[in-house]
């Protein structure tokens, strides 16, 4: 109740209050009495000197005896005594109030504007972490020409589809902790499973970062980045896509982009899509016309050539697990409806193989996972158990039938689809390379899209970290006959990271000089992918805010100032 009710009116003789301003009526009785000090409504009464009740209030009988003393005692309360408590207090909330959004709505660092030919360029340690800005951007298909020369990587594939099924948990598909998916689940995929079995195509669990819910999920696919907990609440009021992307990427080298399904494509990337039908993901009601709206579109845009990007969001299996949780008896066969539309894509795209029609990669991804209720937004396993399944042509089949096991982050979707598609790694991207996905390409072109993305990092830790100018500690590592020399990589998270990278840097130089001789090429090898790998982890653990201390553990030697017990070791699994 507010403070307000027990002041007299204006109206009321020998009083030491009155109304606040017109047009101001504060709740809190702190904000009220501070405002009247500062208006001057308040005429400070004597010690001695008692507040009256108003006549009506007391008539009324809202004011008792505890009441009235308490009026009394706050009476004879000196003005500055009672200034310097109202300051204190609206400080406390102010402080209590920023503390809670910082930590809850926290502000990153990010690099502005999008990656351009100069994300192939070698970052520089006295950069002081502003990256070189884009050159002026030349005509589609000569910018897709130039990025194809200076990547070094011929693109593996002419077009892409992406089947995003909302909501569909990674254990459904893949199973759980080397167990496979449940007997009926397992019946209702019977095409998808046999791609899996024979090695057309690789599953990961994909662990996707609160909150999760759709909209900042998609951007963490298409960007690499992850968002805050402010976008719970613009998953409901979704705003166009102002941070680098894949599709703006797609978009700049002349791509041509179609969209059937959720509508939340449309709002957060507007005006980028040749066709498109959107429906809404609010009517949870619906599970058939959802999908429906959704796969009849399919037939007509797989027999059409003048698209490069395809994305199809079904919605369906998320509503039937609003509905009756993820033991439904409707999500059997859901899922088999799902099997239907993959098997109707992956014959097509076999069938344009055959014709001469370029090389289609499929990609069935889900944003987040779902608890036994059916309900998602938080971090527990069931929630952030996405799916990530790459479903390529025969002539790149993959061999890795025991990664369908393996655990990747959602945000490592995005550069690998660049690095594959040819186009440069999205400027806030925190994701890794899946490395099975580009095991077609040879040792060279592995090695230079693990540089790629390691400078994409370097720069953007260079950006949140104003000290990382790998100038304040030794940068002398250097190719000898005998072989690179590599410095040991401990102290501040600057000079970890720096180390890391530098360390990477110079086994790869070698390679590239053929000091690494023929005898031993192997473990040389595995010695740079090891390097990248320990730099792009630690990188990426920190860049998440999963990691918030120094003492990370990636095979080096951890600096004596380093805590004990705070350890943090590389996911191994990922690569």
């Known amino acids: 109740m507010s403070l307000d009710l027990f002041l007299p009116r204006p109206s009321t003789p020998a009083t030491g209050f009155s109304s606040p301003a017109p047009g101001f009526s504060p709740s809190l009785p702190v904000f009220s009495l501070l405002w009247q000090l500062i208006s001057g409504a308040v005429n400070c009464p004597r010690a001695s000197s008692k507040v009256p009740i108003s006549p009506s209030i007391s008539t009324l009988g809202i004011v008792d005896t505890t009441t009235d003393n308490t009026l009394n005692e706050m009476a004879s309360i000196s003005c500055t005594k009672l200034t310097l408590f109202s300051i204190a207090a609206i400080t406390i909330q102010f402080i209590g109030l ?8 926290p502000v990153k660092p990010l690099l502005s504007g999008h990656s351009g030919s100069e994300s ?15 050159d002026a951007s030349p005509p589609p298909d000569r910018l897709r020409f130039l990025y194809q020369e200076v990547s070094e990587i011929p693109p593996l594939y002419d077009r892409l589809v992406l089947m995003v099924i909302d909501g569909l948990p990674a254990e459904f598909v893949l199973g759980k902790k080397g167990r496979p998916p449940s007997k009926a689940f397992m019946e209702a995929m019977p095409y998808t499973q046999s791609l899996l079995a024979n090695g057309m195509a690789v599953g990961y669990h994909a662990i996707a970062a609160a909150p999760t819910v759709t909209m900042p999920r998609l951007k963490a696919m298409v960007s690499g980045a992850i968002g805050g907990f402010l976008d719970v609440a613009f998953n409901f009021n979704t705003q166009a896509c102002l941070d680098d992307n894949l599709l703006a990427q797609f978009f700049k080298i002349g791509w041509k982009m179609v969209m059937h399904g959720d509508d939340t494509w449309l709002k957060l990337f507007p005006g980028l899509f040749e066709r498109h039908d959107g429906v809404s993901s609010f009517f949870v009601k619906d599970i058939v016309e959802v999908d429906q709206n ?17 994305i199809l969001h079904y919605l369906g299996l998320d509503h039937v697990g609003h509905i009756g949780g ?8 859901k899922l088999s409806e799902m099997d239907e539309v993959v ?24 944003d987040h996972g779902m608890t036994e209720n059916g309900n998602h937004g938080g971090s527990s396993y069931e929630e952030t158990d996405s799916i990530a399944l790459y479903i390529g042509p025969k002539t790149h089949a993959f061999d890795h039938s025991s990664s369908n096991h393996d655990t990747i982050f959602q945000v490592d ?21 899946i490395s099975q996905m580009v095991d077609s390409l040879t040792d060279d072109q592995k090695l230079r899209a693990l540089q790629l993305n390691s400078w994409q990092l370097f720069k953007l830790l260079q950006a949140q970290l104003p000290g990382l100018y790998c100038r304040n500690f030794p940068c002398d590592a250097f190719v000898t006959n005998s072989g690179p020399t590599i410095s040991e990589c401990k102290g501040s998270k600057e000079k970890l990271f720096c180390c890391l990278y530098l360390n990477a840097a110079t086994l790869h130089d070698a390679w590239k000089a053929k000091v690494v001789t023929r005898s031993n090429s192997t473990e040389g090898y595995n010695s740079i992918i090891a390097a990248y790998h320990e730099f792009l982890s630690s990188a990426n653990e920190w ?17 004596k100032t380093c805590k004990p017990g705070i350890l943090f070791e590389s996911i191994n699994s990922r690569y």
């Open 326 to 333: 993820r033991n439904s008896v409707l999500m059997a066969s």
């Open 543 to 559: 860049l998440s805010h999963k990691a918030t201390d120094v003492c990370v553990i990636f095979k080096v030697k951890i600096s």
């Open 294 to 310: 959704v796969s009849r579109h399919l037939g007509d845009e797989l027999s059409r050539d003048d698209w490069n990007f395809l």
């Open 120 to 134: 192939f360029r070698q970052p520089t340690c006295d950069n002081n972490g502003v990256a070189n800005q884009s």
């Open 343 to 366: 098997k109707m894509i992956h014959i097509n795209t076999l069938r344009n193989l055959e014709n001469d029609q370029g090389k289609t990669l499929l990609v069935v991804v889900s």
């Open 98 to 105: 920023s503390i809670f959004v910082f930590g809850f709505f």
């Open 413 to 433: 979707i995005a550069p690998t689809l660049a690095l594959l598609f040819g186009v440069p790694i999205p400027k806030n991207n925190i994701g890794v390379l």
